[in-house]
Each structure stands twice: as structure tokens, then as C-alpha cells.
T-cell receptor, first 115, second 108 residues
Framework: EPEVTQTPSHQVTQMGQEVILRCVPI?????FYWYRQILGQKVEFLVS????????KSEIFDDQFSVERPDGSNFTLKIRSTKLEDSAMYFC?????????????FGPGTRLTVL | KNEVEQSPQNLTAQEGEFITINCSYS?????LHWLQQHPGGGIVSLFM???GKKKHGRLIATINIQEKHSSLHITASHPRDSAVYIC??????????FGPGTRLSVLP
């Protein structure tokens, strides 16, 4: 069964460093998403991406964040200068088409720890 | 502000019990999703619904649009059902807003 994969599973970095979180969505999916879950808190939407551009983003997704689909398979989230409060679980998801009524498939997550 | 609430926050049940988890939301929605988050953190989509009722194995999800309320039921619960169950709502024109989750523990 096709699945969304994410690497690395755990990333430890120093405050101020740049990190890139990688996702491989399901191959025939066209819509991609990043979510974040700070330990003990709700999952929060960060950004959605379609046709090589951002379709929606939340207030959390400020200038330190960027997303990219550098090739036909990977979807990346870059955090330019990490802060302590960026420590969280980051989930990638993909769906075949966008809008309501479309199931999103989630990756296993990357746990980011900023020291 | 569009809010999603869940109850209970925590639930402990004995194996075999019938379980109900509730979700309520503040304004009209285009769809509601029930997700399961495993102890390791991974998230699985269980149901997506905009009206009525859906059933998959021992899981049943219902939604009442007028009352802005949805329930997730688990029949004949099993320890492997232990997880966090999350209600996520698509408000019109917005992406998912997630509820706080209900932590379920099913004891053998």
C-alpha cells in the first residue's frame, strides 16, 4: 500500500541553524501539506502546496519557513534559523486532489529538537 | 474564531466496552475528519464525513450538521485501540482545524 514517508525521523539542531525536513508524498497525489504538533498540544496546520506554489498558509508559517518541491518526488520544509519554540513533531501529508471530502494521508512525522 | 472541542479529554475503558468520543465545532463546516494518533506519533485517517454516518469494522462515525456535533464510536474495544483520537474540521474556505484529541486507554 502506498504511503507517505518522511526523513529524518528525529533531527536535533542548535538554535539558529537551518534545517530541512523531507517528505516523499504518495506518487499520484497532487496536494501536499505540512503540519506541526508541539509536545502536548494540538496538531496545527502550517501550509498547503499545489502546482508548485503555496495555496494556503497559516499565521505560524512566517518568513523563516519555506517549502519546495525540488524534484518529482520530494516535498521539503525548510526552517531558516531555528528557535527553541520550533521544537515539535512535523507531519507531512498528501492528497490526491484538494478541497473538502478528500482524504489526506499522513507521514510518520519528523521530531525536531532545537537546543 | 473557529474552534473544535472534544470530550472527554482522557478515557480509560475495559476491553470489550463500547466507547464514545465526542467532537463539537463552532460554525458551519465542509467536512469533518476523525484521525487516530498512535503512541509513536503517527497519524492515520479513520473517517471523513460531511453528513450522516459511516462504519468501518468496529468503528462508527456520525455527524449532526444542525447540532454541529460528531461522535466516534468503538464497539467491542480492544487494547490495540489505545491511541489519541483527533477530530479535525474543515471550516469553509480554510484548512484543517484540529481538536485537542481524546486519549483512550483500553485495559485488558
Amino acid at each position: 500500500e502506498p504511503e507517505v514517508t518522511q526523513t529524518p525521523s528525529h533531527q536535533v539542531t542548535q538554535m539558529g541553524q537551518e534545517v530541512i525536513l523531507r517528505c516523499v508524498p504518495i506518487s499520484n497525489h497532487l496536494y501536499f501539506y505540512w503540519y506541526r504538533q508541539i509536545l502536548g498540544q494540538k496538531v496545527e496546520f502550517l501550509v498547503s502546496f499545489y502546482n508548485n506554489e503555496i495555496s494556503e498558509k497559516s499565521e505560524i508559517f512566517d518568513d523563516q519557513f519555506s517549502v519546495e518541491r525540488p524534484d518529482g518526488s520530494n516535498f521539503t520544509l525548510k526552517i531558516r534559523s531555528t528557535k527553541l519554540e520550533d521544537s515539535a513533531m512535523y507531519f507531512c501529508a498528501s492528497s490526491e486532489i484538494g478541497g473538502s471530502y478528500n482524504e489526506q494521508f499522513f507521514g510518520p512525522g519528523t521530531r525536531l529538537t532545537v537546543l | 474564531k473557529n474552534e473544535v472541542e472534544q470530550s472527554p479529554q482522557n478515557l480509560t475503558a475495559q476491553e470489550g466496552e463500547f466507547i464514545t468520543i465526542n467532537c463539537s465545532y463552532s460554525v458551519g463546516i465542509s467536512a469533518l475528519h476523525w484521525l487516530q494518533q498512535h503512541p509513536g506519533g503517527g497519524i492515520v485517517s479513520l473517517f471523513m464525513l460531511s453528513s450522516g454516518k459511516k462504519k468501518h469494522g468496529r468503528l462508527i462515525a456520525t455527524i449532526n450538521i444542525q447540532e454541529k456535533h460528531s461522535s466516534l464510536h468503538i464497539t467491542a474495544s480492544h487494547p490495540r485501540d489505545s491511541a489519541v483520537y483527533i477530530c479535525a474540521v474543515e471550516f469553509y474556505g480554510q484548512n484543517f482545524v484540529f481538536g485537542p484529541g481524546t486519549r483512550l486507554s483500553v485495559l485488558p
